[in-house]
């Protein structure tokens, strides 16, 4: 759920920024999320999630994040690795 939340505000977060001219607004805001996103990936199987629609759900969080991730750390100027 927190995870959730957070993926949904990250428009506002932006609007913030940019209103504010506060560009560590992003930096925090990814921070956090990939702190969210890591305790969601190390408390729910994602692949091996049971049934099959649950995975489905869970590796489209997985790639919200990834999506919403890639936006805010190319608004600061950061280029993600493609794989770790």
Do not use: C, Q, W
Not at 24 to 46: G, Q
């Amino acid at each position: 759920r927190e995870l959730v939340l957070s993926l949904a505000s990250f428009p506002e977060t932006f609007s913030e920024a940019a209103e504010y001219f506060k560009p560590n607004l992003i930096a925090d805001f990814a921070n956090a999320l990939a702190d969210k996103f890591n305790t969601f990936y190390n408390a729910f199987p994602v692949i091996k999630a049971e049934p099959p629609e649950l995975s489905d759900a869970r590796l489209a969080l997985t790639d919200a994040t990834r999506i919403v991730l890639h936006n805010a750390l190319n608004l600061i100027g950061v280029v993600a690795p493609e794989k770790m």
